[in-house]
């Protein structure tokens, strides 16, 4: 499965985004009955936890940074993931990589994580 995340860019202290992130080309694999995840990674610190979500989209974790800005989502039938981002900090600013798990909800351990996307960037400014 490739992926390919979009939706990053510029904003401002307070903003919002929506990242989305979808097969890209013709990977002749559906990923719907797999959990997937937000990953992100801050200029020089290592790639941490962001959102998890399960295969059906009843169970998910938010990292205790994120917890009540962002929200993690999937659309099976497009077999694409979101995550609405609200209140953005400029701490928040990193490139941010979508992952598709082994299982039907692979919750915040990367080693979980099989596929991952090319990630897009998000800056917000203060």
């Known amino acids: 499965v490739q992926l390919q995340a979009s939706g990053g860019g510029l904003v401002q202290a307070g903003g919002s985004l929506r990242l989305s992130c979808a097969p890209s080309g013709r990977s002749g694999r559906t990923s719907s009955n797999n959990g997937k995840a937000w990953f992100r990674q801050a200029p020089g610190k290592e790639r941490e936890f962001v959102a998890a979500i399960s295969w059906n989209g009843y169970s998910r974790s938010y990292a205790d940074s994120v917890e009540d800005r962002f929200t993690i989502s999937r659309d099976n039938r497009k077999n694409t993931i979101y995550l609405q981002m609200n209140s953005l900090k400029p701490e928040d600013t990193a490139l941010y990589y979508c992952?598709?798990?082994?299982?039907?909800?692979?919750?915040?351990?990367?080693?979980?994580?099989?596929?991952w996307g090319q990630g897009t960037l998000v800056t917000v400014s203060s």
């Open positions: 992952a598709v798990g082994l299982g039907a909800y692979s919750g915040s351990d990367p080693h979980r994580y099989n596929y």
